[in-house]
């Protein structure tokens, strides 16, 4: 899915060793689809070509505050106008300053100066910078002093991240991955119609132990509810995503536990109920478990092996009983009869929503294809990719509390 089809950006490169990240970043926003027109400093140009980002964006690459190829020989004017943002990563620690003190002395400062503003004639241009440098020059007071000011102005700082350094040293100073880069641009355009709101999600399955080496498991992939943990994270949520044995990366801005069985997952969630407003429970949870794991590797023999196996705990529906809980989201998973069984279990664990979908349409996939079900009625959502089907659910879900509220 391209999350950036029809966005413009401009990109800025300044000097600093990750100006490498960059080009990847113009191959990822691309590939998001969005047009990008790169603005490359005279530093920037020291460690990455124009060639290079000319043959990644498709467009020319500008550099000169006097540059003639554009018809009224105002590059630092037209190159801000209808363009969605202006990202500078790497951001260095001199073009920081400069911004700072609102110089105007090389295309790329002249540019984010011009830019349109909230109260211009033309459509709002947001600044973003990627700060880039050696955790010294990032800890020093002066340049902590321009971040604050850059703060102050309205500019959005994404990251520095923390870690070893083209230098040698470890520190914060390092500038965020190209894909988290992108990430946080995404976000950037999102509503941000849960923020201040605390969100307790569970994901993946659980997995019973037998042995040391078995259990019971199922075979859900947690990409749902790991899509909508990222969702949520950019609709400004504080999430809190509870997962069982999956494969996936945590998204961006979600904070994870992981557990193994069901008894680890209600544990889990128990523990952060603490001004929770929103619990969604999309964690296919094993319904049974052994009534005793064996200590050691059960041995193959030639008579059958029998398990007594007691029910686990409905994680759902503890937390939709508790006096001033959460809003609660449950999920229904059915191979038949959706509306049937998706409504009866809202009704029945009284529920305010519930997300149905037949396990053939989305159970392991990257698609899904739902229906909501709430007090009001059935509401089939378009079939997509789970990530714009959990966008769709977490829009619902603000709705609701929001009718609430």
């Given amino acids: 899915m391209k999350e950036l089809a029809g966005r413009r950006f401009v990109l800025g490169v300044t000097g600093g060793i990750a100006a490498y990240k960059a080009a990847e970043l113009v191959r990822l926003l691309g590939k998001a689809g969005a047009r990008v027109d790169v603005v490359l ?5 020291r460690f990455v070509t124009a060639v290079t980002f000319q043959a990644l964006s498709g467009n020319p690459v500008w550099s000169d505050l006097w540059d003639a190829r554009m018809a009224n020989n105002m590059a630092h004017i037209d190159l801000s106008r209808q363009v969605d943002a202006i990202l500078v990563a790497p951001a260095s620690a001199d073009f920081l300053a400069r911004l700072a003190q609102g110089r105007a002395d090389d295309l790329l400062t002249t540019l984010c100066l011009a830019r349109p503003r909230k109260d211009g004639d033309c459509r709002e241009c947001p ?6 440098m050696n955790r010294q020059m990032w800890e020093n007071p002066a340049t902590q002093r321009n971040v604050a000011l850059l703060r102050q102005d309205g500019i959005s700082l994404l990251g520095p991240a923390s870690g070893e350094q083209a230098c040698g040293e470890v520190g914060e100073g390092r500038m965020l991955e190209p894909e988290e880069l992108l990430e946080d641009l995404v976000a950037f355009f999102q509503p941000r ?44 949520a504080d999430v809190v995503l509870v997962s069982g044995p999956v494969a996936l990366a945590t998204p961006r801005g979600v904070r994870r536990v992981d557990v193994m069985s069901a008894l680890e997952m209600r544990a889990a969630v128990f523990a952060e109920m603490m001004d929770t407003a929103i ?22 023999g030639g008579c059958e092996l029998t398990l007594t196996l007691t029910p686990n705990p409905d994680i759902l529906a503890e937390v939709a009983s508790l006096p001033n809980g959460p ?9 038949r009869n959706l509306a049937q069984y998706a409504e009866g279990k809202r009704r029945t664990k009284r529920l305010p929503l519930v997300v149905g979908n037949l396990v053939q349409d989305g159970l392991g996939g990257d698609t899904n294809s739902v229906t909501l079900f709430d007090e009001v009625g059935s509401h089939p959502l378009p079939p997509g990719p789970k990530t714009e089907v959990a966008r769709g659910i977490i829009e619902h879900i603000a709705r609701m509390i929001e009718a609430r509220d």
Wanted: glycine share 10%; hydrophobic share 50%; aromatic share 6%.
């Fill in 327 to 335: 809003f609660c989201v449950g999920f229904a998973a059915e191979s």
């Fill in 279 to 300: 619990f969604i429970s999309v964690a296919a949870v094993a319904d049974y478990r052994p009534v005793a794991a064996s200590e050691h590797k059960i041995k193959k």
């Fill in 41 to 45: 400093t005279e530093g920037g140009a």
């Fill in 193 to 236: 119609i849960l923020a201040g709101k605390k969100l307790v999600l569970t994901a993946g399955p659980t997995f019973e132990a037998i042995d040391p080496v078995r259990g019971i498991t199922n075979s859900s992939s947690g990409k749902m509810g790991y899509a909508l943990a990222r969702a949520a994270a950019q609709a400004g």
């Fill in 127 to 132: 600044l973003l910078v990627a700060p880039a």
